[in-house]
């Protein structure tokens, strides 16, 4: 192999150059791929670099979660005049441009360029690529769509009122009039909502369950993959949760007398929903719903989209949604609402089941969005083995309605003695329910993480 730099080959001295090598790998893939070499010098002197046990591993993760689309160049440690070299071959990429560090950029003789909006726009159209629900599955029949889940969306839709009524039950030009035909061909976006076997096509289109003995995610005690359609993996995913969890527990008595599950049904379908919707399918991961011993975790391939921050998730903020066609055919279905409010309804689902407040996370070391419900207070207090006294329900039932309370709050509601009242939330905090906040006459007692 030379060793001479072009518009297909570069060379690097060493690993600490592992920024230069990510652009490089991008800019590769956006035009015809070729190779880096690392160990060796601008003049083409092997001078060669250090390989440990990971080091490879080490290189494939930050190229992977630094370029988008993630790129997996094939990497091997080769001896070269008794030194090694490690050699990237980078293949062509069909989805361009390919950014590294969030900047789209291209080969360009020997050195790597950033792209302008205009050229980005135009190798868009050009390869037809834009979204990935959007591209086209030449090799997929439209007779592969299910016949009973067409069925199935257009009575929900009809229902609705969003689809007209025909003399047939399902109209032969349906998914075209959902958008999901293009120049002829069934769309990806297509074979995911309606497809027999839509993992069969894209292995991503499955969804992974499991119930964990433990706070780490090692041991498991149920297993489940979820395949199917999308509207199949969502019902899959929410029944999967219901259960794994104690479907009801009773607290109060009289007409204060009320039953929860350990999580709202409503908020972790709406999560289950949001996952399928707006997940990467770009990326090659699954959806995953992890159940641990005192949260429920849903994680998502990809992170937010530009324009989407964690902190907008928690307040009204604009519907910006990765995959436009499958939300809208999910609104057509009453699964989602395009108003930019699952979040907010998740928040507050939550907070009618005594639940504290959800919580959003992005983990860029994963490229993955996470969000985690929290077990409900009153399945914690059980877990802890405590008896929830009459005035600790009222106090959490007080919580749950007004965000907050205080010991006044209690002891003028049920006539009893701060001293009392201050006890009974003292005790709810030790058990992990409550935390308190704040000191003197401004003190007040909120669900436990909900001050966070």
């Known amino acids: 192999m030379s060793s001479q730099e072009s518009q297909t080959h570069e060379c690097?001295?060493?690993?600490?150059?592992?920024?230069?090598?990510?652009?490089?790998?991008?800019?590769?893939?956006?035009?015809?791929?070729?190779?880096i070499?690392?160990?060796?010098?601008?003049?083409?002197?092997?001078?060669?670099?250090?390989?440990?046990?990971?080091?490879?591993?080490?290189?494939?993760?930050?190229?992977?979660?630094?370029?988008?689309?993630?790129?997996?160049?094939?990497?091997?440690?080769?001896t070269r005049d008794g030194r090694t070299v490690i050699v990237l071959r980078v293949a062509e990429c069909t989805d361009k441009p390919v950014s590294a560090f969030g900047v789209p950029v291209k080969r360009v003789g020997r050195s790597n360029r950033r792209l302008s909006m205009a050229e980005t726009r135009q190798m868009l159209a050009e390869t037809g690529v834009g979204r990935w629900e959007d591209r086209i599955c030449e090799d997929v029949a439209p007779d592969e769509l299910s016949a009973d889940a067409l069925a199935q969306f257009a009575d929900r839709a009809q229902r609705r009122l969003l689809l007209p009524a025909p003399a047939e039950a399902v109209p032969s030009d349906l998914p075209a009039r959902l958008g999901l035909v293009r120049e002829g061909h069934l769309t990806r976006a297509a074979v995911a909502l309606f497809g027999r076997e839509p993992s069969r096509v894209f292995p991503q289109l499955e969804l992974r369950c499991a119930v964990f003995a433990a706070d780490m995610p090692v041991d498991f005690r149920d297993l489940e993959v979820v395949s199917g359609t999308l509207f199949s993996q969502i019902e899959g995913a929410v029944q999967f949760v219901c259960k794994n969890m104690r479907r009801s527990i009773t607290i109060g008595a009289g007409p204060e007398r009320e039953e929860f599950p350990e999580y709202s049904v409503a908020a972790v379908r709406e999560v289950m929903t949001n996952a399928v919707c707006h997940r990467d399918y770009g990326c090659a991961g699954h959806v995953q719903v992890r159940i641990l011993p005192d949260r429920l975790e849903v994680w998502s391939p990809g992170l937010l989209v530009p324009g989407i921050t964690v902190e907008a998730l928690r307040g009204a903020h604009r519907s910006l949604p990765r995959n436009p066609l499958m939300a809208r055919v999910l609104f057509w279905a009453g699964y989602i609402?395009?108003?930019?409010?699952?979040?907010?309804?998740?928040?507050?689902?939550?907070?009618?089941?005594?639940c504290p407040p959800p919580e959003f996370v992005e983990r860029p070391e994963t490229d993955s969005f996470v969000v985690v419900l929290h077990k409900s207070v009153v399945a914690r207090a059980r877990d802890a083995g405590s008896d929830l006294g009459e005035r600790q329900v009222a106090a959490l039932l007080h919580v749950r309605q007004h965000g907050q309370?205080?010991?006044r709050v209690l002891s003028e509601r049920f006539g009893v003695h701060r001293h009392t009242a201050r006890r009974d939330l003292a005790e709810l905090v030790d058990a992990g329910i409550l935390e308190a906040v704040g000191a003197g006459r401004g003190a007040h007692y909120v669900f436990a993480g909900q001050a966070r």
């Not at 790998?25 to 190779?35: C, I, P, S, W, Y």
């Open 12 to 35: 690097k001295r060493s690993l600490a150059e592992w920024r230069e090598i990510v652009e490089t790998v991008a800019a590769l893939a956006t035009v015809d791929g070729g190779t």
């Open 405 to 407: 309370v205080s010991t």
């Open 337 to 354: 609402e395009q108003w930019g409010t699952g979040t907010n309804r998740v928040i507050v689902e939550s907070g009618r089941n005594l």
């Open 37 to 78: 070499e690392v160990g060796i010098d601008p003049s083409g002197r092997v001078v060669g670099c250090d390989v440990g046990k990971h080091t490879l591993e080490d290189l494939a993760n930050k190229i992977h979660q630094n370029t988008d689309p993630s790129q997996a160049p094939a990497l091997t440690a080769e």
